[in-house]
């Protein structure tokens, strides 16, 4: 059953398969429960909230005997950090440039799980795809399909780090994998490209000064004392991502789903800062950047714009400082006070 699982796996797009207990990862609740007291879950409410199934899988639902692990890649054609040498145009994290991995990902993870009950008869699944209180990363290394890294994402020695995960959990019991052992070695490149020092050590994560949590989670202004730092980028960040070494045995992604839209590689930071909500809902169809909204959206635009050097900019942002949303108008005003500097 295992062996005939992982070849159905592969064989539907997805391109790692492990499986571990959901007892496997005991370290969860000190290594989550440290992170949430010294409050560098930032915002994130929600991980303080559900921390009970969070940080134990079985609680999740104990009727689960196996976690089915599996890795998708979506190693990018370009260097992702390019496009920082251009101030003028927008830096979209890797993973927000094709179509939400959340709808490709759990179909193929339906397709799967339909597929074991078929073998399986009465047997029942629940898959997960970064919706619910799972932590992926200790349950994929658990399952032997990378170890997290001190960026604290996972990285595989096959894959690279640039990968989606998913997971199903299941009533039947399979055979478990051998889980990862980490493979950093004394490697900081990961640590020292941070340009907010969002890693207060190694394996260590402090979201509120990560781009990746200021842009794509954080409500609110953003720190004035970060903005700088955030150059271009306005959704997400790659940099942790794009200097990791393991990346040179990675292969391109396959899913032309998960392709690069030619319009976000390299979009005009002037022209976004103009979209209005509907615009913004129309061109982000279908994309993972749809989800944070449009005032949210402009208001890391209009940061990136006063990181720009451009003084043309100055006419949208003037008109941005009158924006209903006050963080847009307040990112106008910093905006343009950086311009005139």
Request: proline residues 6%.
């Amino acid at each position: 059953m295992k062996q005939a699982l992982v070849a159905y796996a592969l064989e539907a797009g997805f391109s790692k398969v492990g499986v571990c207990r959901p007892s496997a990862v005991p370290q969860i609740a000190d290594r989550l429960a440290a992170f949430v007291d010294a409050g560098r879950h930032g915002q994130m409410g929600w991980m303080a909230e559900r921390m009970g199934w969070r940080s134990d899988p079985t609680a999740l639902w104990p009727e689960a005997k196996s976690v089915i692990m599996l890795a998708e890649r979506y190693t990018p054609e370009h260097d992702p950090l390019a496009i920082l040498d251009h101030p003028e145009k927008a830096a979209i994290s890797v993973y927000a440039q094709g179509r939400d991995y959340h709808d490709v990902v759990k179909k193929r993870l339906k397709k799967v799980g339909r597929w074991l009950i078929e073998q399986a008869p009465g047997a029942e699944i629940k898959v997960f795809v970064d919706t619910a209180p799972v932590m992926e990363k200790p349950l994929a290394q658990a399952a032997g399909l990378g170890w997290q890294g001190k960026h604290t994402n996972l990285l595989s020695r096959d894959l690279g780090n640039w990968f989606f995960l998913g997971a199903i959990f299941t009533t039947v019991e399979l055979e478990p994998d051998v889980a990862e052992e980490e493979h950093c070695g004394s490697c900081r490149a990961c640590l020292d490209i941070c340009p907010t020092d969002a890693f207060p050590a190694p394996f260590q994560l402090d979201a509120r000064r990560c781009i990746s949590y200021l842009t794509i989670e954080h409500k609110g202004p953003v720190d004035p004392d970060l903005r700088a730092a955030l150059g271009n980028r306005i959704y997400g960040c790659d940099d942790c991502l794009a200097v990791c070494p393991w990346n040179k045995f990675a292969q391109e992604g396959r899913d032309a789903k998960l392709a690069a839209r030619e319009d976000l590689l390299a979009p005009d930071l002037i022209a976004l800062a103009q979209l209005d909500d509907a615009g913004f809902r129309q061109f982000f169809s279908g994309s993972p950047i749809k989800r944070i909204g449009r005032d949210r959206f402009v208001r890391n635009v209009t940061y990136a714009l006063g990181n720009s050097g451009r003084p043309e900019a100055a006419p949208v942002l003037q008109e941005l400082v009158s924006d209903p949303d006050e963080a847009v108008s307040d990112g106008a005003r910093w905006a343009l006070e950086q311009l005139e500097d």
